[in-house]
């Protein structure tokens, strides 16, 4: 095959010696809860240790950013990982918290030039949050750990 262009950066799934946190939504703990459990094992799976792990819970969604953004500051993490689950009701509500988390934590990743993975799940109803925090749709909780770690690792690498 011929080479196409001269450099190509990646981020490889290393996690030994990385510090993360996790910001946790407490509203729907229960989804939450088997997110953060899924990024803690895909963090030690790729070779993390699970004491280089800081978790952080907030009331819930909305307020992620806010303690994000704290973490962000302290210097302490490789990256920081946000974990909620807003399911949408009969009101616009869940996609007003959706559209204003999204927005702020891809500001403080850009703020701190920082890794801040967006973990966040915005379902239509709770059979989609039950699919994504471990059953059929697999677990969103490790799938934003390997990013965030994909991430730490390509950041190394520019």
Request: glycine letters at 8%; one cysteine or more; aromatic letters at 6%.
């Amino acid at each position: 095959m011929k080479k196409i262009v001269e450099n190509v950066f990646e981020g490889d799934l290393q996690s030994k010696g990385l510090r993360f946190a996790i910001v946790c939504a407490r509203f729907n703990e229960f989804f939450v809860s088997k997110l953060l459990d899924g990024a803690v094992d895909a963090i030690v799976r790729h070779g993390g240790k699970a004491d280089a792990v800081d978790v952080a819970w907030v009331p819930g969604s909305y307020e992620i950013p806010l303690a994000a953004a704290k973490l962000a500051k302290s210097a302490k993490y490789d990256a920081i990982i946000a974990l909620g689950v807003v399911i949408q009701g009969a009101t616009p509500h869940a996609s007003l918290i959706t559209a204003e988390v999204n927005k702020c934590l891809a500001q403080i990743s850009l703020d701190n030039e920082l890794p801040v993975i967006n973990g966040v799940l915005a379902t239509t109803n709770i059979e989609q949050a039950i699919e994504r925090s471990g059953t059929k749709a697999g677990n969103r909780g490790g799938s934003a750990a390997a990013t965030a770690i994909e991430m730490v690792n390509l950041i190394k690498n520019l």
